[in-house]
């Protein structure tokens, strides 16, 4: 048995700024990126190669979260697409109508969710794939048990594929991200630090306070070493904070139990009004139906 846990907020970005045809609900209101999501799911629980049978997705609603209280920088919802951003309470709507598990995250983020899913479960099952490129979620990575799915570029990244990608252990990404930055999460880095030097230091080290505080201490071979020592040592205070931000919850208080996440195919009555409301084509309906049938 394999846990499938989806990165929501990066499917419905990934949906509205797709070459999907315009879409409208019955309100006459933006829908592509939701028909979008709901279509991708279906894609992914009709797969056979995945083996869909327990399923969560997590989404960001509202895109702030307790990090945001850390660091004025960090990721907000400034700047979005109205037409995305008004789609966030639907797109929920629309997953649970599939009979699917949502995990509507307000004061913590999606990914939290995800890691707390990933680190909960993934003794209990075959594996936990985790539906998403972020970066960040390569933390949760643990061998071939927990691993992270790009699903558009079509790989699977286990710890020795995270390894030869980053060059750093699964416990070494908050301190990577740390050093180079995220941009999508709005973590600005070290000036200085590329990914191939933070690399080359954690993989040698592991963490930022393993690093020596003098680069003539460093036992590998590092351009500019000397200037980016001092820089180190200068900001170390913020380079721990923005792994901080990095780091993923693992134990947020997600209500159900494991057994909870099976899905048992789409609720028939639920699934047709949101067909009405969203204006869905007769395709997706007839998905529906089909895969209503086929697990009742």
Request: hydrophobic content about 40%; aromatic content about 6%; charged content about 30%.
């Amino acid at each position: 048995m394999r846990l499938h846990v989806v990165d929501g907020t990066y499917e419905l970005f990934r949906a509205h700024y797709s070459k999907r045809p315009s879409h409208t609900d019955a309100e006459g209101r933006d829908a592509k990126a939701t028909v979008g999501v709901v279509s991708s799911l279906f894609a992914l629980l009709d797969d056979p190669d995945e083996r869909t049978t327990h399923v969560a997705v997590a989404f960001d609603n509202p895109i702030r979260s307790f990090r945001n209280d850390l660091f004025a920088g960090y990721k907000t919802e400034d700047g979005m697409d109205p037409d995305l951003r008004a789609q966030f309470d639907g797109v929920e709507a629309a997953v649970r109508a599939m009979g699917v598990v949502v995990w509507s995250m307000d004061r913590w983020e999606a990914d939290d969710a995800l890691a707390t899913a990933a680190t909960r479960w993934g003794d209990e099952v075959e594996q936990v794939r985790v539906m998403t490129p972020d970066k960040d979620l390569g933390q949760c990575i643990r061998g071939t048990r927990v691993v992270q799915v790009d699903r558009m570029r079509k790989k699977v990244i286990d710890e020795d594929a995270l390894l030869a990608a980053r060059g750093v252990a699964p416990a070494s990404i908050p301190d990577y991200l740390a050093l180079v930055g995220d941009t999508a999460d709005g973590i600005p880095g070290l000036a200085g630090f590329g990914e191939k030097t933070a690399s080359t230091l954690l993989h040698a080290y592991g963490h930022l306070e393993a690093i020596p505080r003098s680069a003539a201490d460093w036992t590998v071979s590092v351009r500019g070493a000397s200037v980016l020592g001092e820089t180190l040592a200068a900001q170390m205070d913020d380079a721990r904070l923005y792994r901080t931000l990095a780091t993923l919850v693992r134990d947020v208080p997600l209500a159900e139990t494991l057994s909870d996440l099976e899905w048992r195919g789409v609720r028939r009555d639920a699934f047709e009004l949101w067909c009405d409301q969203a204006r869905a084509s007769e395709s997706l309906r007839a998905r529906g139906t089909a895969m209503r049938s086929r697990t009742a």
